[in-house]
C-alpha cells in the first residue's frame, strides 16, 4: 500500500500578502492499492523444440491499476487565507494530482516491477510444465525479455 499526500492551491490577489487571501492549502491522506504486472498479450510461447525446451517472450512489468482503499480517505485537512475558500473542484483536482502521484511513484518503483515479473514467470512457467506434465513430456523453460516499444 501507498499513501498519498497533499497539494497546495494558491490565488494570486493584490491583498494576498497582506492579508493572505487567496492562500489555500489541502491536505488529503489516502491508502492505495497498487496492481503490478504484465500485459499477458504480449507474451509469446514457442512450441517445444526437440529438446523439449519451451520458449517465453515476456514483457517487462508495468502498473496495471492505482485504487483507492475509500475507507482509509481522511477527512481533508484545510488552510485558508481571510476572506478564501476551497471549492468542491479544488478538492476533487487535489485527489486527482495524488493519484497521478501515486502512480508515478508506483512505476518508479524498480523493485516492485521485478518482483512482478518473477511471479509472472512462475507462474508461466508452472503452467508449462503442468501441461507438460499432463502429456506426459517434460519441459524446460527458456526465457527472453520482450523489445521495449
Same mark, same amino acid.
Request: charged share 35%; hydrophobic share 35%; glycine share 6%.
Given at each position: 500500500?501507498?499513501?498519498?499526500?497533499?497539494?497546495?492551491?494558491?490565488?494570486?490577489?493584490?491583498?494576498?500578502?497582506?492579508?493572505?487571501?487567496?492562500?489555500? +492549502?489541502?491536505?488529503?491522506?489516502?491508502?492505495?492499492? =497498487?496492481?503490478?504486472?504484465?500485459?499477458?498479450?504480449?507474451?509469446? =510461447?514457442?512450441?517445444?523444440?526437440?529438446?523439449?525446451? =519451451? +520458449?517465453?517472450?515476456?514483457?517487462?512489468?508495468? =502498473?496495471?491499476?492505482?485504487?483507492v482503499d475509500e475507507d482509509s480517505i481522511? @477527512?481533508?485537512?484545510t488552510d485558508k487565507g481571510f476572506l @478564501?475558500?476551497?471549492?468542491?473542484?479544488? +478538492?476533487?483536482? @487535489?485527489?486527482?494530482?495524488?493519484?497521478?502521484?501515486?502512480?508515478?511513484?508506483?512505476?518508479?518503483?524498480?523493485?516492485?516491477?521485478?518482483?512482478?515479473?518473477?511471479?509472472?514467470?512462475?507462474?508461466?512457467?508452472?503452467?508449462?510444465?503442468?501441461?507438460?506434465?499432463?502429456?506426459?513430456?517434460?519441459?524446460?523453460?527458456?526465457?527472453?525479455?520482450?523489445?521495449?516499444?
Amino acid at each position: 500500500m501507498i499513501t498519498a499526500g497533499a497539494c497546495e492551491l494558491t490565488m494570486n490577489c493584490i491583498f494576498g500578502k497582506i492579508l493572505k487571501t487567496g492562500y489555500k +492549502k489541502i491536505w488529503i491522506e489516502y491508502e492505495g492499492i =497498487v496492481e503490478y504486472g504484465i500485459d499477458i498479450n504480449k507474451v509469446t =510461447v514457442s512450441e517445444p523444440d526437440k529438446d523439449n525446451v =519451451v +520458449k517465453i517472450t515476456i514483457p517487462e512489468a508495468q =502498473v496495471l491499476s492505482v485504487n483507492v482503499d475509500e475507507d482509509s480517505i481522511s @477527512t481533508p485537512l484545510t488552510d485558508k487565507g481571510f476572506l @478564501t475558500s476551497i471549492s468542491t473542484e479544488e +478538492k476533487v483536482e @487535489t485527489f486527482n494530482k495524488t493519484q497521478s502521484e501515486m502512480k508515478k511513484k508506483a512505476e518508479k518503483d524498480n523493485e516492485m516491477l521485478s518482483r512482478a515479473k518473477d511471479r509472472a514467470k512462475i507462474l508461466l512457467e508452472e503452467y508449462i510444465k503442468n501441461v507438460g506434465e499432463s502429456i506426459g513430456e517434460e519441459y524446460t523453460v527458456e526465457w527472453e525479455d520482450a523489445e521495449v516499444e
